[in-house]
């Protein structure tokens, strides 16, 4: 595997992977975010290619059912695109500060369009260590429904979802939307995206990703506790 490069250039700039100062938020031991404040000057021609892929791979159709998270373009880093080739090294390196680990292994990347009422059921990923979901277009907000489109997390391994009582999921945590909000958990916890009711198409990216292909995480292995600091890696 090649080493990971320091910056991608994106039009003009040569934009960091990451940041010495990126700050990590702890929201729970399994569910982890960070929060690029660059996201300005790489989502413009990040969104351009997903809608292009969008038109070139679905065309006027649509999915088989509103429930399965949107219109899907896959492969980022087949997408001919520098935006989308940083903001997957972002994800392989969040994978390995988190988990203190050298190598990141993507087994699947995508992007998710959201169209009014679509929406994703519950659901987890199999092959991979972590999954990851990026914000690059948060759409409409509803101000009749300020849960619309939340993506929100129902397992009873996660103590945020368990407040009562420890195994019983009788809290959802719903994750606030936010342009340039990245967000990592292990892959085989329950996650699902409430009905998206804007105008303007909700994007987000995602990602699967192991140390090496087919690896999986042990039910009793959480997440790496950070500290809400910047974080390193030796």
């Not at 490069?5 to 003009?12: A, E, F, I, L, Y």
């Not at 929100?152 to 939307?177: L, N, W």
């Not at 994007?203 to 192991?210: D, K, V, Y």
């Not at 009793?220 to 030796?234: F, G, L, Q």
Request: aromatic share 10%; with cysteine; net charge negative.
């Amino acid at each position: 595997m090649t080493d990971s490069p320091n910056s991608v250039r994106v039009g003009d700039k040569d934009i960091p992977v990451w940041y010495e100062d990126q700050r990590v938020e702890v929201i729970d031991e399994h569910l982890h975010a960070a929060v690029f404040k660059d996201w300005a000057d790489y989502h413009d021609p990040l969104i351009a290619r997903a809608h292009e892929l969008e038109e070139i791979k679905w065309g006027n159709s649509k999915p088989d059912s509103r429930t399965l998270g949107g219109k899907k373009v896959h492969h980022l880093e087949q997408w001919d695109c520098p935006a989308a080739d940083l903001i997957s090294e972002r994800a392989k390196e969040f994978f390995k500060r988190l988990l203190n680990e050298q190598t990141a292994n993507i087994d699947l990347s995508w992007a998710n369009l959201y169209y009014k009422w679509d929406y994703a059921v519950p659901h987890s990923h199999r092959l991979s260590v972590a999954s990851l979901v990026y914000f690059l277009d948060v759409g409409d907000p509803d101000p009749d429904d300020e849960l619309a489109g939340r993506l929100s997390f129902a397992d009873p391994r996660m103590k945020i979802c368990c407040s009562d009582e420890q195994g019983y999921v009788t809290t959802r945590p719903y994750i606030g939307p936010e342009n340039g909000k990245m967000l990592i958990w292990p892959s085989a916890f329950v996650h699902f995206v409430t009905p998206y009711t804007g105008d303007r198409p909700r994007i987000t990216l995602a990602w699967n990703i192991s140390r090496y292909k087919g690896e999986l995480l042990p039910d009793d292995k959480p997440m790496v506790n950070v500290a809400s600091t910047p974080t390193s890696r030796a």
